[in-house]
Nanobody, 127 residues
Framework: QGQLVESGGGLVQAGGSLRLSCTAF????????IGWFRQDPGTEREFVAA????????WYSDSVKGRFTISRSNTKNTVDLQMNNLIPEDTAVYYC????????????????????WGQGTQVTVSS
């Protein structure tokens, strides 16, 4: 089955940047769409960004649009999330998941569309 592993999280001041990576081990990402979600303790997992398997279609939540950029390299088997101008409200554990659901059919990708979640990477933004 393989697994997805998130990396790149850390502690950063407001206004700073981080780059998260979702790397596949024992599987290929080339045939699936990848989504990033985030979760605070006691809250539901929230959609952040997604990218289609070909890399041409991308989706962003309104809260990160203009600040975050999702990209993928099928040769490197990774999907990255570049996060700029971070704010304290971005603090959460960030997860990546994969799906073959036709994301074009929805206004916003749903957590239930995705599976094969990684263990997550913590992002903390201090004010």
């Amino acid at each position: 089955q393989g697994q997805l592993v998130e990396s790149g999280g850390g502690l950063v001041q407001a206004g700073g940047s981080l780059r998260l990576s979702c790397t596949a081990f024992g599987r290929t990402l080339s045939g699936v769409h990848i989504g990033w979600f985030r979760q605070d303790p006691g809250t539901e997992r929230e959609f952040v960004a997604a990218i289609a398997r070909g890399g041409l279609s991308k989706w962003y939540s309104d809260s990160v649009k203009g600040r975050f950029t999702i990209s993928r390299s099928n040769t490197k088997n990774t999907v990255d999330l570049q996060m700029n101008n971070l704010i304290p409200e971005d603090t959460a554990v960030y997860y990546c998941g994969s799906t073959t659901v036709a994301l074009w059919s929805r206004p916003t990708p749903l957590e239930s569309d995705f599976g094969s979640w990684g263990q997550g990477t913590q992002v903390t933004v201090s004010s």
